[in-house]
Structures are given as structure tokens and as C-alpha cells.
């Protein structure tokens, strides 16, 4: 033992004496000696030697000294006498404060760079401490800021915590929150509880029966609650239960929030909630409609579920009447205060407030009568009817009547821009249940709105509002025949008002986009007025005005004349002046300054639009042409892509969709999308071009590409590199249209002069990004970087359901293989030199030998995961500064962008393009060599260390990026593979790892049934995957993975079936208790119809027919040998009895639970 741990094994030994004087004395020279570098690096190389029977003093030996020290000062304390003065009682809790503070100290020390004591240990006293009345109340409170900030805080212990130890600190610590101890603060207990929950819900399975029994009785007395924080970490923490069992336990997540709201309704309605704790009551809200009207369903038979639905349907008033009340308080608020202020109600809220009037609202008739007590209103907390006051009925008018009378002119901007924020959002997620006889007078009403509007902020809401109703007369043409001529009478007196509105820049954009959905819906044919916006300085080409002219170009043909009169010899026509338009060349002030760029660069249109637009109006038939080049795809991109969903894709939106497809009533989500349908007109690609308009279209497009080149330098301020992208995309768009019009053959097209100048602009870029060579340190710089790599990411990528798929092509043909070598470069210096602030530790980890240990010591023979005790020494991420764990709760992934700083996120932006350029199929035209950019891509892959969030990220992306397209040769694939195995074996505890890892695969998998190199080349490659995929099954089997690993290994098994129909190849070794197996994916997939989770065996019971049916292309869903399908038959129907009988041992509410998922499995 070297002399600097003798000194600190003297010491240690020192705490165990028995005089306290000499005892006090050494503590104070523990601290000392452990803040010496050479006692910390002595023992951090003693900690990593993992030497049985080795006499070194470690890390963890140090720390059983200090437990001993604990324990032995707290017994001293115990056995003194109780009844002492207050300046004796004062000293011994001084004396308890500096024992814990002791043990802080010390764990925070030696993790400090990085995780090196055992979780195990460090939670097994923490526990053994808590569970103890005297030491609870004399440690608990650090103990807990302990637990928080050094342990539950680290992703490694995060990992490590075995599903035992979380359920031990649930009960610890939720046995403290609901006794009447006060030795340690609620709000901390609250705290601790919302991150363990979190823990048990994303690293476990279980202890579902434990919680519900917990909230239930934590938030019954929810109104009594003094310190609303702890409100609001109980509740985010029954959110994120409720999220993670929602799938399972339906049933049970549906009672417990029928029995949870009347009280949380109470805290909504009786106190004042801060704003925190307003948004997770929202979600509780949202998530509990969710759960019971899946996607707005209203009955059992659509798929809704209410445990009680008459208590269920007052409870929903009783959100409603919370949340008008909410609104009014706003709308109420606004009124008094001075100055400038927010209107607008928060969107949460306004989508729960939508959801709920779905529900109330009647769809047949004009109004509806809800009979309601107000006991069932506002009941008590523990349903005592003595505590309510005496019943009394009451009548309430449920109806769009409500939302037209809230709608009336004579109100304040604060009384009704809220009310068209909940009309907007109701039509715009419900729009074929909305009733055909409101249509009239709600748009009567909103005209009347627009019309006088004034000043004021109601007009952009008024606007969406109106886009909605458009939108939505357009989903019901044949249930608004009856009502079709008032509409008309009124969309044609809201039409002059849009066209007025455009000169507003408050509201020019609001107003295009609703007259392109008036256009796009066929609600009034379009006059002169119309056409002159596109005609004049009033209007220029921005987002919404592009879309609106597409729309209209898609809708009609362009009329010869649109100013009325006739033709003078020698003026433009209207084709002429819409390009003019489009590329602004009459807009001589705008392009008088030289140092900025043309305003048609400056921003984004998707989908090639402005390219396609403009050769469309050189052809003769310019509708036809502009629908082909678009295809079915951009057409309808052109309309949707300014529209923001008012659902964004989340957590809730799966659980919806999947309970629909459960049960097999999918009819809603098909309503919901059904107005999004186009039709294209069939051609065989060949068009006449008009010669003079596209003479005149190439010379002003080569005019905008001098333009930018004679004002562009590398460090401009005024012109970023966005612009040369845009540039060079819009000079191959058109040249690309031209080509996929037939007007241009792809030789002609790469000796134009329009692909001469976009390949001069592409060199210009590649300047750029040398440059960026010298700058990787400034953080704007990477920035910069960043946007513009997306930027090609979006340009280079081939969409293979356009009609028009050489757009891609050509920019790719466009960039010098310099570009792609410099950006090749900047990955791999950065790459090599991660950032500090990107490791997942924070000093040294390099020196960590276990990471090495994993990789040397799995080789391809060793079963993968087999033991998992040879992994629990190994160093794994941190989740985010040991010193502050208020950054949120729990530890962050390895995979979240907290984990990287922005020059690799710029990085990762890169790798992507990267990917692109490597997966493109070999071409003459293409200036750089994509069998060269994989090379150097798949060399990053051998530096792989799984220690970096960077390394980690760029593997994951490449697993996903690089199988493309059949791209891989068998060398190169099983050199992206190698890494694979030493990867999920190292994060095969962290659950979210796992995931993404299975996700990435599937890629891979595809490419292996589209390959065509022989199944002998490709065997290693196969063997590769196969053995991982073995791996997460025997984790499946033995328990250690969560059912969300469990439903991503179903999706990788189905893409086997699919790749691999006969199960030719796809077999993989099962591991017994005492004997290896192979088994075919065709023999596994119906054993997880066994499983315990419904998410998973409903996953696999939607992706049996593989079994019975070749899914290849080639094959069009043939079927399989009759022998084949007989055997699948027997193993299928066998599995499903099995997974369809109780487990033994479960209570009564995980029966009911387990029969209603059973009911609906055989349903379906």
C-alpha cells in the first residue's frame, strides 16, 4: 500500500476509537486528507484495479469505515438521555448536521470525476438510514438532497439501481410522505418521489399495484395540502405513471382518475395554483380525456371507456366549468392592466378546452340538456355527501350555441379571442363531427367580425378561425348541399375583405393563407382583384403568398388576361408578370442595394416549390405541369406545410392511435386524415415548354445567381451561406423540372449554363466551410454550420414518392469534391477531440479501464449479455452535474441534447449530410465519390467510445443513415456492425439506450432483404445482428428489460420475418437455463403473444399475417408453403392461450385490468 493511503488508513482507523474527543479529531482530518490530489488519484487507480482479495484501500472500503463511524456516533446518541436542555439538544443535532455533512463530503468527492462508488452499497445504507425512526429524523433530510443530487441525478447509478431498490425507496419514501413524521420536509419527500417514480416507470415494469394505492391516498386530501409544491411534484408524478401504464392498466388509470379529479378540481378552483402547478393539472386533464376518448371517440362502441360514465360525464362539466372559468379569469385580468400584454390563452389549455367541448357538444342537434347536481359537480374529496351542500339540480345548455353567443362583435378583445382560439382548435381536430346547421351562422358571425375589425388584436384569430371553417365545409361537401348557397353568398362578402387584408402587414399573411385555402377548396371563383396582388410591389413572394399562387396555379388554368381589358401589342401576359413576381425583377428598388441578397433567397419553400412554379408557367399547360412536378406527395405538402397542427406528436397521441388499432376502430384517425386526399393527373411526363417565357425564366434565374456571386464574400454579415444553398437549389430545381417535364434530356441539362453557375455558387459554399476549419471553436460559427448543413440534408434527399425525383440528384451533381472532403475533415478532428462539456464525466475518464475491459473480454463466442455482474463496475454516463440535480428530475439519456454542446450538434447535422452523400447510387455526374465518403464515415466507427455522448449519438445515426439504398458492401457492413455487440452489452441496463440501439437497427435489417450480394457474402453481417437480437431476447426472457425494449425487439423480429420470410437465415440462439437453442423468428414472434405487457402482445398479434404471407415487393403478398402456414397456425393459436390465461398471484384490480385487455385482444 503506497504511504499517502497508509495515512488515510491510519485515520480511517482513528474513527473507530474509542475516546469521541479522538474520534472528532480524526474526522477533521479525514476531511483534510481526502481533499489531497495524490490520496484522490492513488485511490481512483486502487478503485479501477476490480482485484479480488486485493488489501488495497478503495473507494468503498473508505466509505464502510464512515458507515461504521455513523453508526456508532448515532447508537452514542441514542442511548443518551432524552430529557436535556436546550443547549444540549442543540449540540448533538450540530453534531448529527456535521455526521451527514461528513458523508456528503465524502461521496461527493469521490465522484466528482465520475461514478466510482458501488450503487448498491450507497443505497443500502441510505435505505438502512431511513428506515430508522432516531437516524431518519437526524439524517434524513441530507440523506434525501444526497440521494437527489448525487445519486438519482447520475446516470450510471440511474441504471444500476436494480427494480428491488426502486421499489425500496417507493416505499421508504412514500411510507414518509403519508405519516405524520415531520422529520423530513414534504416538499423534499415530494421531490425524491416524483424522481423515484420517474426511475421505477422508465427503468422498470412494475409495482404498478403499490402506486395506484399511493396516489390514491396521497392526493384524496389533496385540498388540505398546505405547501402547494408538493402538489405539484405528485402531480408530475402521476403524470408520468400514468403515461407509462396507460397502455396495461386502462381500466385502473381510468378509476383512479375518476376518483382524483373531484379533489384536483378543488385545487384548480380553490386555491391559487402557481403557474407550474396549473400546467400539470392541465396534463392530468389532457391525459385522463385522452385515456377515456382515445382521439375525441365518444362511445364503447368507438373505443371510449369510462369506468362511471354518468359520475365520468359530470366530471367532464366540471372540467369544463373550470376551465371557462379560467379563460374569463384571464380574459377579466387583461382588463386592468396597463400597457401591452398577451391575449391569448396558453394553447394547453385551449386544446383541453376543445377536447372537452367535443364531448359535451352535441353533434345532431342544436343543443343539449345536461342534468347535473351539484353534489356530482363539486364533490368532496372523500365523497362524503355530508360534506357538500345540499343537493340542487341544475339544467345546463350544452351546445355550439355556447361558442356562437361567446363569439358576438359587442365583445372586448380579451372576452373573445380565447373563445376563437377553442373554436379554431375544435374544428380543426373534429372537423367532420362539427354540425352542419352551425356552418352558417358561425361563419356569419366571423365575417361579421372581419368586417368590423378595426383595431385590435381579434383579426389574425378571426382569420384562423375562418381558414378552419373553410377546411371544414370542404371535408362534408355532401351533408352541406342544403346550406350550400348561404355559404357561398357568405364567402363571397369575406372575400373582398381578404383581398383588402393582404395590405396589412399585421395581417397579410393570415389573410393569404385563408385565401388559399378558399382556393384550394373551391369556395369562389377567382376574380381579377385576385390576380393583381401577384402582379404589383403590394405583395411580394413570401411563404404564404407562393403558397396561395401555387394553390391557385394547381386550382385553375392561368387566364390570359386578368386586368379586364384588352391586350395592348407587346405587354406582358399574365405568366410573364407571375414570374416577374415570383423572382421580383420588376422590383427595381428592392435590387438597387448590392450588398444584399435577392429577397427570394433570403428564405425556405419546401418540396422545390419556387422552382417548380416557375418552370410550370413556362409551359403551356401550366396546371398539369405543376401537379406532375409536384406529385401526389407535394401537392399536398404545398397546402399542409403552412398549417401548424394543434396536435403535436407526443407520448399521447401513441397511446390514442394504438388503443384505436387495438380495437380495431380505426375509423376516427381515417375521418380525421380523409380531407388530405389529392388526385394528380396521369401523364407520361412530356410537355411543351413556351420558348420565349423560358429564355426569359433561365436569364433572370442566371441574373439572381450573379447577383449573389458578385455580392457574396466568406465573412459577409449581411449574406449567410443559406443563400448560395438556395441559389444552387433553385438553379437545379428548374433544371430538373425541365428535365422531368421532358423539355431537357439530363446530358443537356449538365452542360446548361444554369448547372455552370450553380456548380460556380457550390464552390463558393465549399469556401465557406473551409473556413469553418479555423472557426470550430466560436460558437456562432458552429451555429451557422448547423443550419446550413440541414439545409443540404433537405436539398440531397430523394423522396421516392414524388413524381420528380432529380432535384436531389442534380444538387448533389452540383457540389466539388472538395466541399465533401472538408466536412469529412471537420468531423473527424472534432470527433477525435471531444469536448469536455460533451464526455459524460467530468475529468480523466480516460484513464477509466473498464470500458476497455468490456470490449476486450466479449468476443463473438461469448453470449451476449450473459452475466450481469460482469457489467456492474462499469463506468456509464452521468446524467448531468453531480453538484445540481434542479435541471429536472432524474438523470438525463446519454442521447439528449443536453449531453452536447452546439459544435456537436452541429456535427451531427453534418454526419447526416454526410450519410446522404454516401448512400447516393454511383453516377458519372457526381464530382465526388460516395464509396470514398463511406470510407472515411465507417473510420469513425472504429473510434467508437462509448463513454461520449458524441461517439454515441454518431453511431446510432450511422447505424440508421448508412444501410440505405443497398449501399453497403458486405466488408463495409460488417465494419459498420462491429462495434454493435460491445455497445448494447455495455448500455444493456439503460432502458432508453436499448431502445434507440433496437430502433437503428431496423435499417439494417430491411437492407439484408433487399440486398444483392449471395447469402454467403453476407453471412458475418447476418451473424452480427442475430447474436445482439439473441442477446435482448434473453433479456426479454429472464426479465431484465422493460416492456418498451420488449416492443422494440417485436419490430425487429417483424423486419426479420419481412426481410427473411422462410426463416432461410433468421435464427437465433436461444439461451435456456441449461441449454442453448436456435430457434426460427418465425417460432419466436408468437411467443411473445405470452407476454406481459398488452402493448407488446398486441404489437405482435398485428403482425402475424408475416407469418402467412411473403410481405417482399417481388412477391405482392403471396402466400407460403400451405406446411408453413399450418405450423404457424398450431404455435400461434398455442401462444395465445397461454398469453390469454390469469397469472397466478395477481390482486383483483390486475385481474380486471388483465381481462379487459384480454376482451380486447380476442375482439381484435
Not at 402557481?274 to 380525456?289: C, D, G, M, N
Not at 451476449?864 to 462499469?874: A, Q
Not at 440508421?960 to 455495455?986: Q, V
Not at 445482439?1028 to 428489460?1041: E, R
Request: glycine share 4%; with cysteine; hydrophobic share 40%.
Amino acid at each position: 500500500m503506497s504511504l499517502v493511503l497508509s495515512d488515510l488508513l491510519v485515520c480511517c482507523r482513528g474513527l473507530e476509537n474509542d475516546k469521541v474527543t479522538e474520534r472528532k479529531k480524526e474526522a477533521e482530518r479525514f476531511r483534510q486528507l481526502i481533499r489531497s490530489p495524490e490520496i484522490v488519484q492513488e485511490l481512483d487507480r486502487t478503485s479501477g484495479l476490480k482485484t479480488k482479495g486485493s488489501n488495497q484501500l478503495t473507494w468503498d472500503g473508505v466509505f464502510r469505515f464512515l458507515q461504521r463511524y455513523l453508526q456508532r456516533e448515532t447508537e452514542t446518541m441514542k442511548s443518551s438521555k432524552s430529557n436535556v436542555t436546550a443547549t444540549t439538544l442543540a449540540i448533538r443535532q450540530k453534531k448529527m448536521a456535521e455526521m451527514s455533512s461528513l458523508i456528503k463530503f465524502f461521496v461527493r468527492y469521490a465522484n466528482k470525476r465520475g461514478p466510482r462508488l458501488k450503487c448498491s452499497v450507497l443505497l443500502k445504507h441510505i435505505i438502512e438510514v431511513l428506515q430508522n425512526s432516531f437516524s431518519c429524523s437526524a439524517y434524513g433530510k441530507d440523506y434525501s438532497i444526497l440521494l437527489l443530487k448525487e445519486i438519482l441525478s447520475v446516470r450510471k447509478y440511474w441504471c444500476d439501481i436494480t427494480p428491488q431498490q426502486w421499489h425500496s425507496l417507493l416505499d421508504v419514501y412514500s411510507g414518509l410522505f403519508n405519516s405524520s413524521s415531520k422529520s423530513i420536509n414534504r416538499v423534499l419527500v415530494s421531490r425524491v418521489i416524483n424522481v423515484v417514480i420517474q426511475g421505477c416507470c422508465m427503468q422498470t415494469d412494475g409495482y404498478n399495484r403499490t402506486l395506484f394505492s399511493f396516489f390514491s391516498k396521497a392526493l384524496q386530501s389533496a385540498r388540505q395540502e398546505k405547501h402547494l409544491t408538493v402538489l405539484e411534484h405528485v402531480i408530475s408524478a402521476l403524470n408520468t405513471f400514468l403515461k407509462a401504464v396507460a397502455m396495461n392498466c386502462r381500466m385502473r388509470v381510468c378509476r383512479l382518475g375518476e376518483e382524483l379529479l373531484p379533489s384536483i378540481l378543488c385545487v384548480w378552483a380553490d386555491t391559487r395554483p402557481s403557474a407550474a402547478l396549473k400546467e400539470e393539472i392541465v396534463e392530468f386533464f389532457k391525459l385522463q380525456i385522452c385515456i377515456h376518448h382515445p382521439e375525441g371517440a365518444k362511445n364503447q362502441e368507438t373505443g371510449a371507456h369510462a369506468e362511471d360514465w354518468a359520475g365520468w360525464r359530470g366530471l367532464l362539466y366540471s372540467m369544463y366549468e373550470a376551465l371557462v372559468k379560467e379563460i374569463s379569469h384571464i380574459g377579466s385580468r387583461g382588463k386592468y392592466v396597463t400597457g401591452t400584454r398577451r391575449i391569448a390563452v396558453k394553447d394547453n389549455i385551449i386544446k383541453l378546452t376543445a377536447d372537452i367541448c367535443h364531448q359535451l357538444f352535441s353533434v345532431d342537434r342544436d343543443s343539449q340538456i345536461l342534468e347535473l347536481t351539484q353534489a356530482s359537480i363539486r364533490s368532496s374529496p372523500m365523497g362524503d355527501s355530508h360534506f357538500t351542500t345540499p343537493s340542487k339540480r341544475r339544467r345546463i345548455d350544452l351546445s355550439w350555441e355556447v361558442l356562437l353567443d361567446r363569439l358576438q362583435p359587442q365583445f372586448s378583445d380579451f372576452d373573445i379571442i380565447p373563445w376563437l382560439q377553442v373554436t379554431e382548435a375544435l374544428i380543426s381536430k373534429y372537423p367532420s363531427l362539427v354540425p352542419t346547421q352551425v356552418l352558417v351562422p358561425l361563419l356569419s358571425v366571423l365575417h361579421q367580425l372581419l368586417a368590423e375589425h378595426r383595431k385590435g388584436e381579434r383579426g389574425p384569430y378571426v382569420l384562423r378561425c375562418l381558414r378552419e371553417v373553410a377546411r371544414c365545409q370542404a371535408h362534408l361537401p355532401e351533408r352541406i348541399r342544403i346550406h350550400k348557397p348561404d355559404l357561398d353568398r357568405l364567402w363571397s362578402r369575406v372575400w373582398p375583405l381578404l383581398l383588402r387584408g393582404v395590405s396589412s402587414p399585421q395581417l397579410e399573411a393570415l389573410s393569404l393563407d385563408l385565401l388559399a385555402s378558399i382556393v384550394h377548396c373551391g369556395l369562389v371563383i377567382m376574380d381579377r382583384e385576385f390576380w393583381k396582388i401577384f402582379s404589383g410591389s403590394a405583395c411580394k413572394p413570401s411563404q404564404s403568398a407562393v403558397i396561395c399562387l401555387a394553390q391557385a396555379l394547381l386550382k385553375c388554368p392561368v387566364p390570359k388576361n386578368h386586368l379586364g381589358v384588352p391586350a395592348v401589342s407587346g405587354s406582358p401576359n399574365l405568366k410573364e408578370i407571375l414570374i416577374g413576381w415570383l423572382l421580383m425583377t420588376d422590383h427595381s428598388d428592392e435590387m438597387e442595394d448590392s450588398s444584399r441578397p435577392h429577397p427570394i433567397l433570403c428564405s425556405d419553400f419546401s418540396s422545390n416549390l419556387i422552382a417548380n412554379m416557375l418552370v410550370s408557367l413556362t409551359l403551356k399547360d401550366t396546371r398539369a405541369g405543376l401537379n406532375f412536378l409536384l406529385g401526389s406527395e407535394g401537392v399536398e405538402s404545398v397546402f399542409f406545410q403552412e398549417s401548424t397542427s394543434l396536435n403535436t406528436g407526443d407520448d399521447l397521441e401513441e397511446i390514442e392511435r394504438l388503443y384505436l388499432q387495438f380495437s380495431f376502430n380505426t375509423e376516427l384517425a381515417q375521418n380525421r386524415g380523409s380531407d388530405k386526399t389529392f388526385k394528380v393527373t396521369s401523364t407520361d411526363g412530356r410537355f411543351t415548354a413556351i420558348t420565349g417565357l423560358r429564355k426569359k425564366l433561365e436569364q433572370s434565374v442566371l441574373c439572381v445567381a450573379d447577383s449573389l456571386l458578385n455580392c457574396y464574400f466568406p465573412d459577409s454579415q449581411s449574406i449567410p451561406p443559406e443563400c448560395l444553398l438556395r441559389c444552387v437549389s433553385l438553379l437545379s430545381g428548374v433544371l430538373a423540372g425541365y428535365v422531368s417535364a421532358g423539355c431537357l434530356t439530363e446530358d443537356e441539362a449538365g452542360h446548361s449554363q444554369l448547372f455552370t453557375k450553380a456548380k460556380a455558387l457550390a464552390q463558393e459554399f465549399s469556401g465557406f466551410v473551409s473556413s469553418v476549419k479555423m472557426k470550430m471553436s466560436e460558437e456562432l460559427t458552429m451555429t451557422t454550420l448547423r443550419s446550413v448543413m440541414r439545409l443540404c440534408t433537405h436539398y440531397a434527399t430523394t423522396k421516392k414518392e414524388n413524381v420528380c425525383t432529380f432535384p436531389s440528384h442534380l444538387f448533389l451533381m452540383t457540389l466539388p469534391p472538395s466541399l465533401v472532403s472538408e466536412l469529412a475533415d471537420i468531423y473527424k478532428i472534432m470527433f477525435s477531440s471531444v469536448s469536455p462539456r460533451a464526455t459524460v464525466v467530468d475529468e480523466d475518464e480516460a484513464t477509466d479501464n473498464d470500458f476497455e475491459m468490456t470490449r476486450t473480454q466479449h468476443g463473438d463466442d461469448d453470449p451476449l449479455f450473459d452475466d450481469e455482474e460482469s457489467h456492474s463496475g462499469t463506468q456509464r454516463p452521468r446524467g448531468g452535474d453531480s453538484c445540481d440535480a434542479s435541471s429536472g428530475p432524474g438523470a438525463e439519456s446519454l442521447l439528449a441534447d443536453e449531453h452536447l454542446v452546439p459544435q456537436e450538434l452541429a456535427l451531427l447535422a453534418v454526419l447526416e449530410f454526410l450519410c446522404e452523400c454516401s448512400s447516393v447510387q454511383s453516377s458519372c455526374g457526381l464530382l465526388f465519390k460516395p464509396q470514398d465518403v463511406r470510407r472515411r464515415l465507417l473510420q469513425l466507427v472504429e473510434q467508437t467510445d462509448p463513454s461520449k455522448a458524441l461517439h454515441v449519438n454518431t453511431y446510432l445515426l450511422l447505424l440508421k443513415k448508412l444501410p440505405a439504398e443497398d449501399s453497403l458492401t458486405p466488408e463495409e457492413f460488417d465494419s459498420l456492425l462491429r462495434p454493435l455487440a460491445d455497445l448494447c452489452s455495455h448500455y444493456r441496463q439503460d432502458q432508453e439506450i436499448c431502445v434507440a440501439l433496437l430502433m437503428a437497427l431496423l435499417p439494417s435489417i430491411s437492407s439484408l432483404g433487399k440486398t444483392h450480394y449471395m447469402q454467403s457474402e453476407m453471412k458475418h453481417v447476418q451473424g452480427s445482428l442475430l447474436q445482439v437480437l439473441s442477446g435482448f431476447c434473453y433479456l426479454s426472457q429472464t426479465g431484465k428489460c422493460t416492456a418498451t425494449v420488449r416492443a422494440a425487439l417485436v419490430r425487429c423480429l417483424v423486419a426479420l420475418l419481412e426481410a427473411d420470410p422462410c426463416c432461410t437465415w433468421a435464427i437465433l440462439n436461444i439461451k435456456e437455463t441449461e441449454r442453448e437453442e436456435d430457434r426460427p423468428v418465425s417460432i419466436i414472434l408468437p411467443s411473445l403473444l405470452a407476454d406481459s405487457h398488452h402493448k407488446v402482445r398486441m404489437l405482435v398479434a398485428m403482425s402475424l399475417e408475416r407469418l402467412f404471407l411473403d410481405k417482399r415487393p417481388e412477391h405482392r403478398d403471396s402466400r407460403k408453403m400451405l406446411s408453413h402456414q399450418q405450423a404457424a397456425f398450431e404455435n400461434i393459436y398455442l401462444k395465445a392461450q397461454e398469453g390469454m390465461r390469469p397469472v397466478k398471484g395477481n390482486s383483483t384490480e390486475d385481474t380486471q385490468d388483465e381481462m379487459f385487455n384480454l376482451l380486447q385482444g380476442k375482439q381484435s
